[in-house]
C-alpha cells in the first residue's frame, strides 16, 4: 500500500498568518484528500484534489481559506489562509489506493 | 448521501473481555467500509474494509468485523481486548459522489477504554 509524507507534524502559528502543508505520496495516486479534525471531533472532508484540474471543496469550505494544489500524481498542499484560533485542528491528507485509503499522519495546527 | 453512525461515544471493557465497537451504515447500493484506529498524536491506521464477498472480515491486530446487511451493520469486534487497543476508533463509507472523488465519510468515533 501507498505511504504518504506529510509535513509538518505540528506548527504554533500567529492569527493572521498562512501555513502550508505538504503531502508526499510513493507511488502515484490519481486522487487525494485533505480533511479536518477538530479537537475531539470526527474528520470532516474539505476537498478532493484531482492532478490537472482545481480542487473541489465541500459545504463550508472556500477556496480562498484553503487554497490547495496538485502539481503531479504524488503531491499535494493545502494552505491554510489568514489563520485565526478556530483553524486550531490536524489537517490530514489522504489518498485512495485501490479500494483502499492511506492518510498521512496529520499536521497539528494551533493557532494563537 | 453515504453515511455511517457510531451510536457510543465510549465502549469500556476489561482486558482478556470480547469487544464490540458498533457501526451501522446508511447507503444507496452496496457499501464499502472501512474500520480506522487512531492513537493520540498519531495519523490514521486502517484495520479493515469489506467490499464485497464473506460477511466476516478479519483485519490487523486480532480485529474484525461482521457486515450485516439486514441490520446495516458493520460492528468491529475482538475475541480477547488488550490495554495496547486503547484508543479511538472510526467507521468509514466510501462515498458514491462523483464530485467528491469517491472519499471516506467518517462516523463521529468511539473510545475504546481496556482496563487491565
Known amino acids: 500500500s501507498a505511504v504518504i509524507s506529510q509535513k509538518p507534524s505540528r506548527d504554533i502559528c500567529q492569527r493572521g498568518t498562512s501555513l502550508t502543508i505538504q503531502c508526499q505520496v510513493d507511488?502515484?495516486?490519481?486522487?487525494m484528500f485533505w480533511y479536518r479534525q477538530q479537537p475531539g471531533q470526527s474528520l470532516t472532508l474539505i476537498a478532493t484534489?484531482?492532478?490537472?484540474?482545481?480542487?473541489?471543496?465541500e459545504s463550508g469550505f472556500v477556496i480562498d481559506k484553503f487554497p490547495i494544489s496538485r502539481p503531479n500524481l504524488t503531491f499535494s498542499t493545502l494552505t491554510v489562509s489568514n489563520m485565526s484560533p478556530e483553524d486550531s485542528s490536524i489537517y490530514l491528507c489522504?489518498?485512495?489506493?485501490?479500494?483502499?485509503?492511506?492518510f498521512g499522519s496529520g499536521t497539528r495546527l494551533t493557532v494563537v | 448521501a453515504q453515511s455511517v453512525a457510531q451510536p457510543e461515544d465510549q465502549v469500556n471493557v476489561a482486558e482478556g473481555n470480547p469487544l464490540t465497537v458498533k457501526c451501522t451504515y446508511s447507503?444507496?447500493?452496496?457499501?464499502?467500509l472501512f474500520w480506522y484506529v487512531q492513537y493520540p498524536n498519531r495519523g490514521l491506521q486502517f484495520l479493515l474494509k469489506?467490499?464485497?464477498?464473506?460477511?466476516l472480515v478479519k483485519g490487523s491486530y486480532g480485529f474484525e468485523a461482521e457486515f450485516n446487511k439486514s441490520q446495516t451493520s458493520f460492528h468491529l469486534k475482538k475475541p480477547s481486548a488488550l490495554v495496547s487497543d486503547s484508543a479511538l476508533y472510526f467507521c468509514?463509507?466510501?462515498?458514491?459522489?462523483?464530485?467528491?472523488?469517491?472519499?471516506?465519510?467518517f462516523g463521529k468515533g468511539t473510545s475504546l477504554l481496556v482496563t487491565p
Open positions: 489522504s489518498a485512495e489506493v485501490g479500494y483502499g485509503y492511506t
Open positions: 469489506y467490499i464485497t464477498g464473506d460477511n
Open positions: 468509514a463509507v466510501r462515498d458514491m459522489k462523483s464530485n467528491s472523488g469517491y472519499a471516506l465519510n
Open positions: 507511488s502515484q495516486v490519481t486522487m
Open positions: 447507503v444507496s447500493g452496496n457499501p464499502y
Open positions: 484534489a484531482n492532478q490537472g484540474s482545481e480542487a473541489t471543496y
